[in-house]
């Protein structure tokens, strides 16, 4: 099983960019799936997540920027961010799975002001 993050980099301020999140070893329609983000000093939290059957969920500091979805043909899950904003700043991680689960190894998106 393996995840794998890209897309992460460095913008400006209002800027996008989207974050993908390949996976092999596993179907990414079978579980729930999710973006994490963990800035220096502070805990891993939730920003998005989206279930089996299609249905997505937001972080409010998120919610009206990002968008969570996937392809299962390709077995990739996306995070397209828009409107960035400097707090935005972390390494961003995608999961399979909720009590049991599997990581990616993240991808650094930084955000300029």
């Known amino acids: 099983v393996q995840l794998v993050e890209s897309g992460g980099g460095l913008v400006q301020a209002g800027g996008s960019l989207r974050l993908s999140c390949a996976a092999s070893?596993?179907?990414?329609?079978?579980?729930?799936m999710g973006w994490f983000r963990q800035a220096p000093g502070k805990q891993r939290e939730l920003v998005a997540s989206?279930?089996?059957?299609?249905?997505?969920n937001y972080t409010d500091s998120a919610k009206g920027r990002f968008t969570i979805s996937r392809d299962n043909a390709k077995n990739t899950l996306y995070l397209q961010m828009s409107n960035l904003k400097p707090e935005d700043t972390a390494v961003y991680y995608c999961?399979?799975?909720?009590?049991?689960?599997?990581w990616g190894q993240g991808t650094q998106v930084t955000v300029s002001s």
């Open positions: 989206i279930t089996v059957a299609g249905s997505t």
């Open positions: 070893g596993l179907p990414i329609g079978s579980a729930v």
């Open positions: 999961r399979w799975g909720n009590t049991v689960g599997y």
